[in-house]
């Protein structure tokens, strides 16, 4: 309620009440400057952004998620939201390394042998799945557009051709 107001009136719009409030004497330290809210929802968000990057990088933990992610991407989230929930469930376990890959299955202790069944040459990890398998060069050639690929170039990988790569390999059927 505003001040010097003992009620107002339930269909006055937003515009008449901010009206009404210009005309109002200012309670406060001087000088008084106003300030829309647009800068401080803008500040609030570059806060927030900044906040969130520096608990990311600062936390214990999460190899797999750091190796693909540089951070707390929106574009990406916007992305995932999207996704049926089979696709979400491999692309968040490619970048997370919580996928039925042999290395995860091995760390919870459903597998006995890490290395992938596909070459047998490494632990079959989501870079080795998606960068290194030789078994799978050609799936990854006719995606990728590349034999073999570095961990820099599968992090530029855009998330909707790792699920493409991920359907094309059958690996998750």
């Given at each position: 309620?505003?001040?010097?107001?003992?009620?107002?009136?339930g269909n006055e719009t937003a515009d008449q009440l901010a009206k009404q409030a210009a005309y109002l004497e200012f309670i406060g330290p001087e000088p008084v400057i106003g300030?829309?809210?647009?800068?401080?929802?803008?500040?609030?968000?570059?806060?927030?952004?900044?906040?969130?990057?520096?608990?990311?990088?600062?936390?214990?933990?999460?190899?797999?998620?750091?190796m693909f992610l540089h951070g707390p991407d929106k574009q990406l989230a916007r992305y995932t939201l999207r996704l049926k929930r089979q696709d979400l469930r491999i692309l968040?376990?490619?970048?997370?390394?919580?996928?039925?890959?042999?290395?995860?299955?091995?760390?919870?202790?459903?597998?006995?042998?890490?290395?992938?069944?596909?070459?047998?040459?490494?632990?079959?990890?989501?870079?080795?799945?998606?960068?290194?398998?030789?078994?799978?060069?050609?799936?990854?050639?006719?995606?990728?557009?590349?034999?073999?690929?570095?961990?820099?170039?599968?992090?530029?990988?855009?998330?909707?051709?790792?699920?493409?790569?991920?359907?094309?390999?059958?690996?998750?059927?």
């Amino acid at each position: 309620m505003l001040p010097g107001h003992s009620d107002v009136a339930g269909n006055e719009t937003a515009d008449q009440l901010a009206k009404q409030a210009a005309y109002l004497e200012f309670i406060g330290p001087e000088p008084v400057i106003g300030i829309t809210t647009m800068p401080v929802h803008t500040e609030v968000r570059t806060w927030t952004t900044k906040q969130h990057l520096q608990l990311w990088k600062s936390t214990v933990g999460c190899r797999q998620g750091k190796m693909f992610l540089h951070g707390p991407d929106k574009q990406l989230a916007r992305y995932t939201l999207r996704l049926k929930r089979q696709d979400l469930r491999i692309l968040v376990g490619l970048l997370t390394g919580h996928i039925a890959l042999n290395r995860h299955l091995t760390v919870k202790k459903l597998r006995a042998d890490p290395l992938c069944t596909a070459c047998g040459e490494e632990d079959e990890t989501p870079y080795h799945f998606l960068g290194k398998c030789c078994a799978r060069m050609i799936v990854r050639y006719s995606i990728f557009g590349a034999y073999l690929m570095e961990l820099e170039e599968l992090r530029k990988v855009k998330p909707v051709t790792l699920l493409r790569f991920a359907r094309t390999s059958k690996r998750f059927s």
